[in-house]
């Protein structure tokens, strides 16, 4: 093999590894954290996107709660900035997963912005958005 053809075969193979590690990144599940309404908000510790055991930030957590028929999501948008829209599709109600940056419908294929902006139906309607504040080291999600 001459430097030209190694050059190449490393490339490639970092390339695959670089796939594959963003590949298991969508796929690796979601945190979860379920939540009790309190005076209609649900509340919720800024802390839960830490990974306790890593260190590492998540950049959006599944929230469930007794008050909610199907789970929101919240993504952190900034360095104290926080996004909530439901996870239940316009269409027929099924859960749409987060499949890169996109919220998936499964059952019929209609696709969502992050932000609950229908781009693709049969869905017509956009997800329903949540109001978010906030404090110092809470995040309150009004329903
Ligand atoms: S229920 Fe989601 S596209 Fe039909």
Do not use: W
């Not at 939540?35 to 950049?59: C, H, P, R, V, W």
């Amino acid at each position: 093999m001459d430097r030209r053809n190694f050059i190449e075969k490393s490339c490639l193979t970092c390339l695959a590894v670089a796939i594959g590690g963003v590949t298991l990144n969508s796929c690796s599940s979601m945190k979860t954290v379920n939540s009790f309404a309190d005076d209609g908000y649900l509340i919720l510790d800024k802390t839960e996107f830490e990974d306790a055991n890593t260190q590492e930030e998540y950049n959006s957590i599944i929230v469930t709660s007794n008050s909610l028929k199907t789970p929101l999501i919240l993504f952190k948008t900034g360095s104290d900035s926080y996004e909530a829209v439901s996870l239940e599709c316009t269409h027929k109600g099924v859960k749409l997963d987060l499949v890169e940056d996109k919220l998936e419908c499964s059952a019929h294929g209609s696709i969502f912005e992050k932000n609950g902006t229908v781009i693709k139906g049969p869905a017509k309607k956009n997800l329903k958005r949540y109001s978010v504040d906030k404090t110092i080291t809470t995040i309150k999600i009004q329903l």
